[in-house]
């Protein structure tokens, strides 16, 4: 089966994440899980999180010691797993940062079983493992940790990028006629990202979904809450710690918390008197955030009502027509500009008329990438490939001189002939 399990921000999914993957190991219920991250870095977390319980949690080790055991014996030397043995037989175990393989134990339901992670736009096709029999097994267990950033969840681009990714790549590993189960722990961030599409069943009938909130019932007197909002935000704006809204609500509590139903009572930060003082100060502070990634129920932004949206015949007017790196004739000057950033350079060259009209000539980011699209997490090679032995900001103005090596040294043609 396929599950979506909407979550609010905060809630422990990348800690219940590795731990269904844990479960499902200790118990034999997966030859194969895979744990897909956001990105590759979170990935890899995950990873650690499973071999840190599995390296230190006396409770497994008490309960599954065919599993628990031979790991305790590695003492997180990763190289020992070529040639541990257990009653002279090889437990063929791997512990590396992006893949685990649990030792053959004979008699075990976990003997040999197999953990993969990967992030969302990262390598995923093709998993496969050969079991101590000779067995190819391929993946038969999804979990995917908030498979979304920021970023990707506000980019059109992105989101469909993920949604496809996800609908053919990951469910398509346990291969041809065969079903994979998932679930996915998410965070609704913006209307229609990729966690809210998923959630849809008119969009997506095949994974069943679930909306959970931070708090499923307002409190009913709405006037004491607005006194409340401007205590603490007159508080905050003084230099306060919000100490005087605390101290009305908790004159006030009872008429307060009338008709509230907040998901988990215990959740409040500690100046906090209650889960729903919690909830409405995230309401009263970040009422956008408050309602996308805490009650997973994105509202559209009022401000964008009124912009005029992107039409592909206005778009297509505004195209130049003119071949890649030629200069419009009417145009003097040439111009060009890098955004700067840690892992890669983004630049555009422009063509410009006495008028200051322009019209874009070339550009591309910096080193050049093998993919139309990439985030700079996700570019290969990066400004860091070849200069790892250099500190990040000679790194940087290594690939800054390269790059203006390459543009100031070029020659562009002009639309009438001539350069």
Known sequence: GLFAFAMPRGSGKTTLTPAGAIWSVCYGHRLFPVLVGATERHAESLCESIQVEFETNDLILADFPEIAYPIAKLERIANRCKGQTLDGTPTRMTWTAKELIFPTVIGSKSSGIVISV?????????????????????????????????????????????????????????GPGKKIAAVMPCTVIHPGDMADRILDRVAHPEWHGE?????????QDQDKWDEYARIRRESLRNGGSGK???????????A?????????????????????????????????????????????????????????DILTRKVSG?????????????????????????????????????????????????????????????????????????????????LLTEICGREYDREQGGS
């Open 118 to 174: 990967a992030g969302i736009t990262g390598a995923i096709r093709g998993m496969k493992a050969t079991t101590a029999e000779g067995k190819s097994i391929r993946p038969d267990l999804c979990l995917i940790d908030d498979p979304q950033t920021d970023e990707s969840a506000s980019s059109p681009t992105q989101n469909a990028d993920r949604e496809s990714i996800l609908s053919g790549a990951i469910l398509g590993l346990a």
């Open 211 to 219: 909306r959970t909130k931070l708090i499923y019932a307002m409190p």
């Open 244 to 254: 005087e809204a605390t101290d009305f609500y908790s004159s006030n509590r009872e």
């Open 256 to 312: 307060m918390d009338a008709g509230a139903k907040p998901a988990w009572p215990a959740r409040k930060n500690p100046d906090e008197l209650s889960a729903i003082q919690h909830a409405m100060n995230l309401k009263i502070d970040r009422p956008a955030t408050f309602d996308a990634e805490y009650q997973n129920d994105p509202k559209a932004d009022a401000n964008d009502v009124d912009l005029p949206k992107l039409d592909k």
């Open 322 to 402: 003119l071949p890649w790196r030629v200069v419009p004739h009417e145009c003097t000057r040439i111009t060009a500009f890098i955004d700067v950033g840690a892992t890669v350079l983004w630049w555009a060259t422009t063509a410009w008329t006495e008028q200051y009209g322009g019209s874009i000539i070339e550009y591309g980011a910096w080193p050049r990438q093998t993919k139309n699209y990439f985030g700079a997490k996700d570019a290969v090679p990066n400004i860091t490939t070849n200069r790892e032995h250099l500190p990040e900001p000679a790194r940087v103005y290594a690939a800054i001189q390269d």
